[in-house]
């Protein structure tokens, strides 16, 4: 995977300015919880949504099992359709294709939809680097790069935007990349998606390549599908000549009858809708039809090192449906930026770690940035038990251990500046194993509890943790005592 933006800190620290910022909180919070309360009413409408659910996490389960032969299936069906596949084991491979098959079709430019996997190897920067301009189509994704912004959000990447900066960045820079903005343009949403339709029309009718990602791809037959509701994705996938699809491996579903599930499950889970608007499917390339070229590069960039983890592999079953950042409390102040990846939010926080794995400072803590609440796995599509993948990241980070990196089996090390945590955890188990000492102790502080400090003091590695927190009042008798006393309340009153 790519490596952590430069100089990215680690994650509290990454989210300060974020958590200071009382627009953009108030930007998070109008989002989230408008599509929160949509999609809670749209998976109401189903009763059967918990048995969908447990099928679509049954499918997924399934596949990741026996991903090699379903990915095996998938190439020789794509290759029969007339496309061509190519496997990529890491970011600088898949851009080394991606680069090179733009360059051998002459074109300086692409279009480019609906990937979060080419957010992920940092396409754009490998592209620019080899004189080649990408633009995206996709109206969040646009405003994003028009901004020279990076996206916050899986399904709304403009979400820590609100109109008024949107009309701003039209004005200022739209005709730097193209068509420029209409004057007197407002902050009407119809006027501002009037103006990206007209600025996009003109790059999708002179776009010769286009790059797209796939939410998912039947084995069977071969079929990439993208699901979208603004159409934009329907013209980048029919219009130019040469169709690039940059797609991970975990996307693949056997057949039609398992994607039947997906496609009731995705878009009520991401934009509370009944169906997609549209929904575009391609199988490979068909005379006198749609692109005349299809490439297909396969993505696995630390997936098979995440599928060796039988805990963590579950994160790979998600489809990317973003239910889970709009009812997480901690993406609701910290944004999607702070993640540092192109996965933002709960799903982020399991995904990324693995994928990347955990050696830098923001990575390690990474499988922090949650409450532990489980508002993630209640809305989760796929049943993604993240709080679960959370506490077992949380743990390598702190213990290090066994892991498989690049298909190896090797041990990491404990991540740096968690040794203040470790100690504390040791010290604790050493106080559980010792009841009298730890009753010595229980006493010690009720007795001394008038000249303790309403915050703990917050020097060297303990101060992240105590900074934020209160010091809790210790109770007068300690609970083992007023038991032992009252013989559990049940002589209440005795002294
Ligand atoms: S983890 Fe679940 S809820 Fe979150 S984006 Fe993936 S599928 Fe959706």
């Known amino acids: ?110 279009v480019k939809v609906k990937s979060m996997a080419t957010q992920e190897i940092g396409l754009n920067e490998a592209l620019t680097a080899a004189g080649i301009t990408a633009y995206e189509t996709d109206l969040a994704e646009l405003i994003v790069q028009l901004g020279d912004d990076r996206p916050s959000h899986i399904l709304v990447p403009a979400i820590h935007r609100n109109r008024g900066e949107i009309r ?47 939410n998912f791809m039947v084995a069977e037959t071969g079929t990439l599908v993208v699901v979208e509701s603004e159409g934009n994705g329907r013209m980048c996938l029919t219009l130019p000549e040469t169709l690039i699809s940059v797609v991970g491996l975990e996307k693949v579903v056997p057949t039609w009858r398992d994607l039947e599930v997906f496609l009731q499950l995705l878009p009520r889970s991401s934009t509370a809708e009944r169906m997609n608007p549209y929904t ?10 749609g692109p005349g070229a299809f490439h297909l590069v396969l993505l696995d960039n630390g997936r098979t090192d995440a599928l ?31 993640y540092g990846s192109a996965y933002p939010g709960p799903i982020g926080a399991i995904l990324t770690p693995q994928l990347r794995g955990t050696a830098t400072a923001l990575d390690a803590s990474l499988p922090y940035a949650s409450s532990l609440c489980g508002a993630c796995y209640e809305v989760c599509p796929v049943a993604i038990d993240i709080p679960e993948v959370l506490v077992h990241l ?17 041990t990491i090390r404990p991540a740096k500046g968690h040794a203040a945590e470790r100690a504390a955890m ?37 101060g992240a943790w105590s900074r934020g927190r209160d ?19 049940r002589q209440e009153g005795t002294r």
Not at 280 to 289: F, L, N, R
């Open 471 to 489: 010091l809790p009042a210790v109770p007068a008798e300690p609970f083992r005592d007023w038991w032992q006393r009252t013989r559990g309340g």
């Open 394 to 410: 949380r743990e390598r980070v702190v213990q290090g251990g066994a892991v498989t990196r690049q298909g190896a089996r090797v």
């Open 280 to 289: 575009s499917m391609w199988t490979g390339t068909t005379a006198g039809d």
């Open 168 to 214: 701003d960045i039209f004005l200022r820079t739209m005709a730097r990349w193209g068509r420029p903005a209409p004057d007197g343009l407002t902050d009407d949403p119809a006027q501002l998606a009037e103006a990206a339709r007209l600025h996009l029309r003109e790059k999708f009718l002179r776009a010769k390549v286009a790059v797209s990602g796939a």
């Open 1 to 110: 995977m790519t490596a952590v933006p430069l100089g990215m800190p680690a994650f509290p620290r990454a989210a300060e300015s974020a958590v200071g910022d009382p627009v953009l909180r108030g930007n998070l919070r109008h989002a989230t919880h408008t599509i929160r309360a949509k999609r809670a009413r749209a998976v109401a409408e189903l009763d059967d949504w918990a048995r969908l659910r447990a099928a679509g996490a049954a499918v997924k389960d399934r596949t990741l099992r026996h991903l090699g032969h379903y990915l095996e299936q998938l190439e020789a069906s794509v290759t029969a359709a007339g496309g061509q596949v190519h496997w990529a084991a890491d970011a600088a491979e898949a851009n080394r294709i991606v680069t090179g098959l733009v360059r051998a079709t002459g074109e300086r430019e692409v």
């Open 308 to 338: 060796a983890d039988q805990v963590g592999r579950q994160a790979l079953r998600c489809i990317r449906c973003s239910a889970c950042l709009n009812v997480c409390p901690v993406y609701e102040r910290a944004g999607g930026h702070a």
């Open 426 to 462: 040791r010290a604790a188990r050493w106080a559980f194993q010792h009841p009298r000492a730890l009753r010595a102790a229980e006493r010690l502080a009720s007795r001394t509890r008038a000249a303790h400090p309403s915050r703990l003091p917050s020097p060297g590695p303990a």
